[in-house]
């Protein structure tokens, strides 16, 4: 018995906290940083998503310049610059030196960065692997800070090296995050290009140049048209978790129950609040702080209960049919494109859309469908069998739309399908954000969106395929024609070449009259 | 300018801290909350995975009693009780009420339990679905206490909801968690029931007994042996990463450098610490906390040159080929077993181990072969296809070994494939732990592993093929014997009986030949 409680003393001497930074630096696969190359591409997409992201919000056009310069083997410099408002100085330290700190988790609205983690975890990686600090320059359009910033990792803490400032007689405004990493620079299908090419097509308004490795490229805009800004929202009574609503009922400010639901929902009227309360069976006038613990749960219940309407969806902002095949037309070449955007739906009430776009034929490979998947305008390109997007492709029946297909397979080309999830919460299957967990009601959605678009398709496939069989018995017949011509002449006794004529405008007619059939 | 700036003051005052707990209760898919199916699962499965790990550590053979309950209709109470040392009463709230807090993530040592998330997530979505708190009931033998606990989300800190002493007059020592959650209750191969079994598999030593909504099973220990105690060893400098090393010199209690390397290293004796010193040009008699930045650089980069031995790896545990059998024959009906247990290998620094056991024939179905997967003796029931073990395993040509295989896929069976890695760090693709990341070393070595035990298992199934085929051959002779037999007797002049019987002893002389010969 002592024995055991000298065990037990043991083991409590060294329980301790662990801090998320260190959480993370230890697990940092989960945050993309796996292997060299898909570190290097994390590192330079977490600057640019944020980029994106706040000049967007700012609404202003984004101008984004991605560097990414090796500077000893297996080391790289990423330096990305955006025109967009800045940080001001007092919040630099911990928007890049903590983790877990940022301004979207708590909110429900379509972002592009949900966790607070992503700038933060280059920073931890950069510090990791090269002992540098991230280099942060902004301004508001005031004076210009310089940051050189580290995180105590230990206490998930921001270090501050350095701070200076200086004067800014342009008024630039905008944020340039630049840090050292040890990665690998490739090509190809997961590379940094691929993600700023991809990046590029659901951004169709940002103009991003990137100098790299291998020479500057510049992604030009598509459009000057800034997308819908996409507006914050209450909780929608059916997507909260009795845990939460006890938390709200807590710190609300309303001060009875009438207030606290229709202040802190969406879609709570007064009519349903009293129906809520009448259901729960607690007076409409308790003050919110003083639901006890089986009320709460009461409360929880009636909520979901009584009919609402769906969450507003104005907190999204898909990048919409005209946009995506703009988007598609720039980037591949094909010879039909069809898109679709869904209406707006819900899971655990969290509005979301989704978007298909499809490319057919040109110059698309006959092998597999190309696959491009993106959530909140931001492209997956990893783990893609993990994905609810590639599980809906597989189980929609191509075959339908003129397609080959094997079983639990992607199509067989000339094809590209661009999938495009949005809403206020993604649920990624981990914090590197590459893969969308599988809900039946994002599944369902997905894959009625790609029935749409492979249906609109299928009307064009047919049309050629029409065309083209009567193509093959025009060709055909002409072979004839003279031949023909020349029996029906003997027949006849008229000339063989006026017949031929004759002939010949027939078929001309029926051409013309394929073409402009509709399938 | 002045807008930018209001725009940049806006997107400020929005930012704020994200607590660990808040982080993890919204993104609880990440712990294995993901439907109702895998979440009770999970909520069970941690309490058991901790309940083992504490009663190994305190070297007592485990008996666990696991209790699933359905309260209401998808709610269920889970009790999971042991005979381990239990938890002293200063650190149970912080034990069960603190996301990122344990004993084991800063060790490296084998061990089931390795973030500080596992129990806490399962509290935390105890409270998320049905508001009530984790009932704890510990003893080390002194007096027994009963907590509840539940966790302050927004702050990560533990709520002690009660607490009482008893006394404890039968020395009662040990650990009982329970906890009511949202969850449903399934058969079959995702299960509570398979996962238990499969954890009596490679805990052999360990006694289960499951009450559950079917009715009570016990697991019965198949030995008594207790598996070696893992050794916690320092840290092998190929496997540290430049910020770590950083750390490491500001906190370390060594006065120079000579004794920093030789003390809070493994492998690293005084002539090798000289070695790195020189290399790095910096003086042995140092004081780590003065070791500059570029001359940290150059001691990181002097410690990855010099040729040091691999880590020790008795902080590994692995099962053993003999227990393995052992395991498999418990669960699985089978004509043969065998089992392989490869040399310690280092990925990254850190120890590793890969075991491989497979079950041939009997009552094994004839189609795709059963994969059993597991890290630090934990059964992997998820994400299979996100796991490298599943990948060495279709890139084994298991045609080689007698099997039928298709491209990229699982061999047919009658064939289950047990796979057991253990390494003081799992490189889990997530918090779920559900899944081995793909590192090119652990790959090599699952299929090293894998081909050793195919290799093995050819043998015997050659045998049965020869054996099969000899048997063969001796029926169709057997069946024309009678008349070989007259018709000699014709020609010699001799009884056909008598032939007959001398024929019969020469086949039956083949057959014992055949069945002792070895392939």
Redesign the interface.
């Known amino acids: 018995?002592?024995e055991?409680?000298g065990?037990?003393?043991k083991?409590?001497k060294?329980?301790?906290?662990?801090?998320?930074a260190?959480?993370f630096?230890?697990?940092r696969?989960?945050l993309g940083y796996?292997n060299p190359t898909r570190s290097l591409l994390t590192a330079v997409k977490e600057a640019i998503d944020n980029s994106l992201e706040?000049t967007c919000?700012?609404n202003i056009l984004p101008t984004i310049k991605v560097k990414v310069k090796e500077i000893e083997e297996g080391k790289y410099r990423v330096s990305v610059e955006d025109n967009g408002?800045?940080?001001?100085p007092?919040?630099v330290p911990?928007?890049f030196g903590?983790v877990?700190?940022?301004?979207a988790?708590?909110?429900l609205r379509q972002s592009r960065s949900l966790?607070?983690i992503g700038i933060k975890g280059a920073c931890l990686y950069a510090?990791?692997?090269?002992?540098k600090p991230i280099k942060v320059v902004t301004s508001?359009?005031?004076k210009i800070h310089t940051f050189e910033i580290m995180i105590d990792?230990?206490k998930n803490e921001p270090i501050v090296i350095s701070h200076k400032e200086e004067e800014n007689p342009s008024?630039w405004?905008g944020l340039k995050v630049e840090y050292e990493v040890a990665g690998r620079y490739v090509k190809g299908e997961a590379s940094i290009q691929e993600y700023i090419k991809r990046t590029a097509m659901v951004n169709p308004f940002a103009e991003i140049i990137f100098d790299g490795p291998d020479g500057k490229e510049t992604f030009k805009r598509a459009t000057e048209k800034m997308p819908v800004q996409p507006i914050e929202i209450k909780p929608h009574p059916y997507g909260v978790?009795?845990?939460?609503l006890?938390?709200m009922l807590t710190s609300t400010k309303a001060r009875n129950l009438i207030g606290f639901l229709t202040k802190e929902f969406s879609r709570v009227g007064r009519n349903s609040a009293l129906k809520i309360c009448k259901l729960a069976k607690i007076s409409p006038s308790k003050r919110p702080q003083e639901v006890d613990?089986d009320e709460?749960?009461r409360l929880?219940k009636a909520m979901q209960m009584v009919k609402l309407a769906s969450p507003p969806t104005n907190c999204l902002s898909p990048v919409g049919e005209e946009d995506l095949i703009l988007g598609l037309k720039k980037e591949l070449k094909a010879d039909h494109y069809v898109a679709v955007t869904r209406p707006p739906s819900v899971y655990s009430g969290f509005p979301f859309q989704v978007e298909v776009a499809l490319a057919y034929g040109g110059e698309l490979p006959p092998e597999n469908a190309i696959l491009i998947r993106f959530a909140n305008r931001i492209p997956l390109l990893y783990?893609q069998?993990?994905c609810v997007i590639t599980k809906a492709v597989k189980e929609v029946d191509w075959r339908r739309y003129g397609f080959s297909q094997s079983a639990n397979s992607l199509p067989l080309g000339p094809l590209a399908i661009l999938v495009h999830f949005v809403s206020v919460?993604v649920?990624?299957?981990?914090?590197g954000k590459q893969a969308i967990?599988n809900y039946p009601e994002i599944f369902k959605e997905i894959k009625l969106a790609l029935q749409d678009a492979g249906r609109e398709l299928a009307k064009y496939i047919r049309k050629i395929k029409k065309m083209k069989e009567k193509e093959l018995r025009r060709s055909i017949f002409e072979r004839y024609l003279p031949v023909v011509a020349e029996a029906v002449g003997e027949l006849t006794d008229k000339k063989a070449e006026e017949i031929l004529n004759k002939l010949k405008n027939m078929i001309r007619g029926e051409k013309i009259e394929g073409s402009s059939e509709k399938a």
């Open positions: 018995m002592d055991i409680n065990i037990a003393e083991l409590a060294d329980m301790k906290e662990i801090s998320v260190e959480f630096e230890k697990n696969h989960f796996e706040f919000q700012a408002p800045g940080v001001i007092e919040k911990h928007a903590r877990l700190y940022g301004s988790f708590h909110k966790f607070g510090q990791l692997t090269t002992g508001t359009g005031k990792v230990t008024h405004h978790q009795l845990g939460v006890r938390r613990k709460s749960e929880y783990h069998g993990d919460w649920p990624f299957t981990s914090e967990a």
